[in-house]
């Protein structure tokens, strides 16, 4: 296992001041964070000029990118076009992980279902990975349903954001059993009423998540997914040093 952070840790910077942002924290591995909205990179791009797309993906500062966590708006076959882009550009980038968003809470599940297999089938053709990731309000905020999907869907991952099964429930446990399909992993320190509070505030066991992907031998990345705050006495800099010096004291033990 390594430490990354994922470039949505600076959503309000251009690429470029993000990553150097990220290098100057000493971290080695991002996650970029693709949507239309984002000042880092876009589905259009990826779509539109894919030799810039690759340019923004090699030019890291020598940061590894780990994956993408892609926010697709488009519907229909042009959903699937615009994804297919996306596995070319981590196939020449040599990008392991494709993070999507599942559909909302209220999505029919055989429908959830096809259109996982869909990106499934199209991701092997590239050599690259598909999670879906957990989020509060989407078909991955159960559990269950996480874990009859993957179990439908062979060869789809789960980028796993704790934080999100813990709002409500600070000492849920119900997500242990999703260990086996994780692809991905993002972190923050978390309380059942916060998504996101100071770190050592919340109340997030990061030395029992690392435990538990151990036993599965999972050697992928830890991502720091901390946002900024407009709270003026939160060091936003200093929160994404000490989860990661933190990580990184648990990764070695």
């Given at each position: 296992m390594f430490v990354a952070a994922t470039t949505q840790c600076y959503p309000d910077l251009p690429f470029d001041q993000a990553i150097e942002k990220l290098a100057h924290l000493e971290?080695?591995?991002?996650?970029?964070?693709?949507?239309?909205?984002?000042?880092?990179?876009?589905?259009?791009?990826?779509?539109n000029d894919p030799q810039q797309a690759l340019a923004i993906c090699l030019g890291t500062r020598r940061l590894i990118v780990t994956g993408l966590s892609l926010h697709i708006s488009e519907t229909g076959d042009a959903y699937f076009d615009t994804f297919t882009k996306c596995c070319e550009l981590a196939k020449a980038a040599k990008i392991v992980t494709l993070t999507v968003e599942s559909g909302e809470q209220g999505t029919p599940f055989n429908e959830e279902v096809e259109r996982y297999k869909s990106l499934v089938k199209i991701a092997e053709k590239h050599g690259v990975r598909v999670a879906m990731r957990t989020r509060e309000g989407n078909l991955s905020a159960d559990p269950d349903t996480v874990s009859v999907i993957c179990g439908h869907v062979k060869g789809l991952g789960?980028?796993?954001?704790?934080?999100?099964?813990?709002?409500?429930?600070a000492e849920t446990t119900a997500y242990d059993k999703l260990m086996q399909y994780v692809h991905n992993v993002y972190l923050r320190d978390s309380t059942a009423e916060k998504l996101q509070v100071r770190v050592g505030q919340g109340v997030v066991d990061y030395g029992r998540i690392i435990s538990q992907l151990r036993s599965t031998k999972y050697q992928r990345a830890l991502c720091v997914d901390i946002q900024p705050t407009d709270d003026p006495e939160i060091d936003h800099d200093g929160e994404l040093r000490k989860l990661r010096l933190l990580l990184e004291s648990l990764v070695l033990v």
């Open positions: 971290f080695s591995h991002i996650d970029i964070h693709v949507s239309e909205d984002s000042n880092h990179l876009k589905p259009s791009q990826i779509v789960l980028s796993l954001d704790p934080s999100h099964y813990m709002l409500g429930n």
